[in-house]
């Protein structure tokens, strides 16, 4: 990589958050953030250099995404699930492959979903479910082999980037088999059969157009993820960094977001002579360094040990870190800040609503701790939980 993706991110942060405000207030998507991201070359970030990509580390990841954050949150977290689907995908070696029983077309079908990213194509991803939440042993959405490939069925909900994206991972159940779930690539372009609600008002992160997706939609063959049925909650269990704390390096830019706005706030009314003022944004400033320094850690367990039981204890502890210290840091720089930083549009005041989404993604923050209480008490957290993971 990628220090070009990295200065590419610290470069098109300010213009991300001089529109920040008015995506926030009319709560619709930063279609002109995600032309400066194509046209940087960030969707092949997680790409692999062989198919065109930047072929980014998982901590190279992390730190793009927390320097996007910094200028539009929203924005940093739809790319964030775009580098999900790629990551994933091009996290999966000829051995894992061979393991898993992923036939040759398949992972060649792969390749073009992946050489597609490089060239501008970007994902969505379309698991979660109302009642279910993101857990995939819950879900409603099924699928059903029909003649020359899938027919899926089924509504999605918190679709970040519905109506905008090249194509949506979908997360469905077997028809036949309950016990089985898949994962899909649909296409947008030319796919009949996929309806956005637009559902998404919400107090933060107003931006992401995390709207409703509804399908009833027949795709080719090869849309099959890993071309083999059930590989679904294998790869969760593999790759929990993926769907547990990608959002981590994006929270912490958040929270970083807030203490400089915080701090140009007060500069500008002279206020930093206070030193309760002064305290606050100390504390803060030692809490986001501390959170993303757990961030950066599990990342750099994540590459170098990916699946280990250590790496995954990381994995959830950085999930858990950065959110609640985004919304603990956002609420104490409001208050540091006083009434005028509550007034729609000031970035104090969208940063703290962004901020308190942090802990809310799956898994949340509650879920997080459950995790590793279980796992400092010698349990196994993925069994022994009262209700599944996924």
């Known amino acids: 990589?990628?220090?070009?993706?990295?200065?590419?991110?610290?470069?098109?942060?300010p213009r991300l958050?001089?529109?920040a405000a008015e995506h926030d207030r009319d709560g619709v998507f930063p279609v002109d953030d995600f032309h400066d991201l194509r046209e940087a070359g960030l969707f092949g970030l997680m790409v692999p250099r062989e198919l065109g990509g930047q072929g980014a580390t998982f901590a190279e990841y992390a730190a793009v995404a927390t320097e996007l954050a910094r200028g539009n949150g929203a924005t940093a977290?739809?790319?964030?699930?775009?580098?999900?689907?790629?990551?994933?995908?091009?996290a999966v070696t000829e051995e894992l492959a061979e393991a898993l029983g992923v036939p040759d077309e398949a992972l060649a079908a792969r390749d073009r979903l992946l050489a597609a990213a490089a060239q501008g194509a970007w994902y969505a991803v379309a698991m979660s479910e109302r009642g279910a939440g993101a857990r995939l042993s819950q879900l409603s959405t099924v699928y059903e082999p029909v003649e020359g490939g899938w027919h899926l069925k089924g509504s999605k909900t918190f679709c970040s980037g519905a109506g905008h994206a090249d194509g949506y991972l979908v997360a469905a159940r077997s028809a036949a088999d309950q016990s089985v779930v898949s994962q899909f690539l649909v296409p947008a372009a030319g796919a009949a059969g996929i309806t956005v609600e637009p559902t998404w008002d919400s107090l933060g992160?107003?931006?992401?157009?995390?709207?409703?997706?509804?399908?009833?939609?027949t795709v080719p063959a090869d849309r099959l993820l890993g071309g083999v049925e059930g590989l679904a909650l294998v790869v969760a269990q593999l790759m929990p960094h993926w769907l547990v704390a990608s959002y981590a390096a994006v929270y912490v830019g958040v929270a970083r977001a807030a203490i400089d706005a915080a701090a140009e706030h007060l500069n500008a009314r002279n206020l930093?002579?206070?030193?309760?003022?002064?305290?606050?944004?100390?504390?803060?400033?030692?809490?986001?360094?501390?959170?993303?320094?757990?961030?950066?850690?599990?990342?750099?367990?994540?590459?170098?040990?990916?699946?280990?039981?250590?790496?995954?204890?990381?994995?959830?502890?950085?999930?858990?870190?950065?959110?609640t210290t985004a919304a603990d840091v956002a609420a104490s720089m409001l208050e540091a800040a006083g009434t005028s930083a509550t007034r729609r549009g000031h970035p104090l005041e969208r940063l703290y609503r962004d901020a308190r989404c942090g802990s809310l993604h799956p898994a949340t923050s509650d879920v997080c701790a459950d995790w590793l209480g279980i796992a400092a008490l010698g349990g196994d957290p993925d069994r022994d939980a009262s209700a599944p993971r996924w």
């Not at 977290?77 to 790629?86: E, G, K, P, Q, W």
């Open 1 to 13: 990589m990628t220090v070009h993706a990295l200065e590419a991110a610290r470069r098109l942060a």
């Open 17 to 19: 958050a001089a529109r």
């Open 77 to 90: 977290l739809v790319f964030n699930m775009h580098a999900s689907v790629t990551g994933a995908l091009g």
């Open 205 to 217: 992160m107003r931006a992401t157009a995390s709207h409703d997706l509804h399908l009833d939609v």
């Open 272 to 323: 930093a002579g206070l030193p309760a003022v002064r305290a606050r944004l100390g504390r803060a400033d030692a809490a986001v360094a501390a959170a993303q320094l757990v961030v950066a850690e599990a990342a750099r367990r994540v590459d170098e040990a990916p699946g280990d039981d250590e790496t995954n204890r990381w994995v959830w502890r950085a999930k858990l870190l950065a959110g």
